[in-house]
Nanobody
């Protein structure tokens, strides 16, 4: 199983980006059984949850991104998205996508998001 994240880059504060994560190595039917999420890690900081679509329960967002970020998924394409608007310099981090089923986690390599002030 591989997760390939893309869409990161350098953007000015107030700008927007859309991250994508394609999950390969599993069928769409199996992918649909996985919870998915985006995490981020800034230099010197711990990795933190940004947004998550669990298999059971409601979509979750970190308080710092509520109202600005939107997570979505396309099971037919084995893809997870993170739409980010009104970006702030404090959003600068490496963003990682995650797929989880039965406590087993799969991680992508991350994509860098840099927001300049």
């Amino acid at each position: 199983v591989q997760l390939q994240a893309s869409g990161g880059g350098l953007v000015q504060a107030g700008g927007f980006l859309r991250l994508s994560c394609v999950v390969s190595g599993m069928s769409s039917a199996i992918f649909a059984l996985h919870g998915v999420g985006w995490y981020r890690q800034a230099p010197g900081m711990q990795r933190e949850l940004v947004a998550q679509i669990p298999i059971l329960g409601e979509t979750k967002y970190a308080d710092s991104v509520k109202g600005r970020f939107t997570i979505s998924r396309n099971n037919a394409r084995n893809t997870v998205y993170l739409q980010m608007v009104s970006l702030k310099p404090e959003d600068t981090a490496v963003y990682y996508c995650n797929a989880r089923m039965n406590q087993k986690d799969f991680w992508g390599r991350g994509t860098q998001v840099t927001v300049s002030s």
